[in-house]
C-alpha cells in the first residue's frame, strides 16, 4: 500500500501562484511515475503533469509554461509549482502514484485531493 498525503490547496486570484505537495509513504519501492490530475465541477478527471522517477516530465496543453511539476526523491515528494493561475484552473488537484508490482502489472495510488479555486 501506498499512502499519499496531500497539501497546498486554497483560495487565490488570477495571476497568482500556489504549490502543492503530495509525500508518499508505506510501499513506496517500483513508483514508476508520480503525478496531478484534476477534476473541475462536472468534468472529467485529467492529467495535470506527471514525472517519471528517471525525472522525465509530461504536461497537459493547457498547463505547459505555467505549471512545474518537480519531484524529491529522497523525501518520496511530488511538488506542483502553479504560475499565472486563471479561473479554469479551479479543480480539486489528486496527486497521482503509479506502482509497479512486477510482470508487467502496475497499481494506481490516489491522494484524497486538494481543492484549488481561482477567483477572477
Known amino acids: 500500500q501506498v499512502q499519499l498525503v496531500e497539501s497546498g490547496g486554497g483560495l487565490v486570484q488570477a495571476g497568482e501562484s500556489l504549490r502543492l505537495s503530495c509525500a508518499a509513504s508505506?510501499?513506496?519501492?517500483?513508483?514508476?511515475?508520480m503525478g496531478w490530475y484534476r477534476q473541475a465541477p462536472g468534468k472529467q478527471r485529467e492529467l495535470v503533469a506527471a514525472?517519471?522517477?528517471?525525472?522525465?516530465?509530461n504536461y497537459a496543453d493547457p498547463v505547459k509554461g505555467r505549471f512545474t511539476i518537480s519531484r524529491d526523491n529522497a523525501k518520496n515528494t511530488v511538488y506542483l509549482q502553479m504560475n499565472s493561475l486563471k479561473p479554469e484552473d479551479t479543480a480539486v488537484y489528486y496527486c497521482?502514484?503509479?506502482?509497479?508490482?512486477?510482470?508487467?502489472?502496475?497499481?494506481?495510488?490516489w491522494g484524497q485531493g486538494t481543492q484549488v479555486t481561482v477567483s477572477s
Open positions: 497521482h502514484v503509479k506502482k509497479s508490482l512486477g510482470w508487467g502489472v502496475t497499481y494506481d495510488y
Open positions: 508505506g510501499s513506496i519501492s517500483n513508483i514508476n511515475a
Open positions: 514525472i517519471t522517477s528517471g525525472g522525465t516530465t
